[in-house]
């Protein structure tokens, strides 16, 4: 089945301690992003990736990294969340940028 | 000015109503429009494309004006599973944002039997 697989689907966790936030797709999608979703803010692009070792800033970068060293694996790194990082994340990909996005599961972030 | 506006609503309409939501969108360089559909706390789904001559698909219908810069989804006949929040979606064809998806905030639909 085709689909994008976040992990974890919930985790709370405390301000500073690292954490990282998997997104792995079987589609062979070139671009992959990362959104947060706020609410009355909708979906907010974080980074995106249009290819194996091409990511670029999204609209809210900061405090977030990522990487992508295989076509399939995009990981959600923050290296010392804060409470302001408390959200929901989705990971999507698609095989041309801006089409056909499909999306994972969700990711549900608390930092306390 | 946010780069794509909708009303968040809620609307609560009866089964068998017809509903519209509009969207409007700031950037004129703005290439492709989607609606898309998302349940409760899940992850957003393509409903459909929009096209600059008007679409439909079953009980669904979007509409493009980009004179106006508007688009909007007409839902006819609602069922109970239409209840859902619906995402005005533009991709910008222009600049730095070239290829880059913005999303509006959302209308929230509430269909009641």
């Known amino acids: 089945e085709a689909q994008v697989t976040q992990n974890p689907r919930y985790l709370i966790t405390v301000t500073g301690k690292k954490l990282t936030v998997t997104c792995s797709q079987n589609?062979?999608?070139?671009?992959m992003s990362w959104y947060r979703q706020d609410p009355g803010l909708g979906l907010r692009q974080i980074y995106y990736s249009m290819n194996v070792e091409v990511t670029d800033k999204g609209d809210v970068p900061e405090g977030y990294k990522v990487s992508r060293k295989e076509k399939r694996n995009f990981p959600l790194i923050l290296e010392s969340p804060s409470p302001n990082q408390t959200s929901l994340y989705f990971c999507a990909s698609s095989f041309v940028q801006g089409y056909g996005y499909t999306f994972g599961s969700g990711t549900r972030l608390t930092v306390v | 000015r946010k780069e794509v506006e909708q009303d968040p609503g809620p609307f609560n309409v009866p089964e068998g109503a017809t509903v519209a939501f509009n969207c409007t969108y700031s950037n004129s360089a703005s290439q492709s429009f989607f609606w898309y559909r998302q349940d409760c706390r899940k992850e957003p789904k393509l409903l459909m494309s929009?096209?600059?001559s008007g679409n439909e698909d079953g009980r669904f219908t979007a509409q493009l004006n980009r004179a106006s810069q508007y688009i909007s989804l007409l839902i006819r006949d609602s069922k109970l599973s239409d209840s859902a929040t619906y995402l005005c979606v533009v991709l910008n064809a222009g600049g730095t944002s070239y290829g880059k998806l913005t999303f509006g905030q959302g209308t929230i639909l509430t269909v009641h039997p």
């Open positions: 589609m062979n999608h070139e671009y």
């Open positions: 929009v096209y600059s």
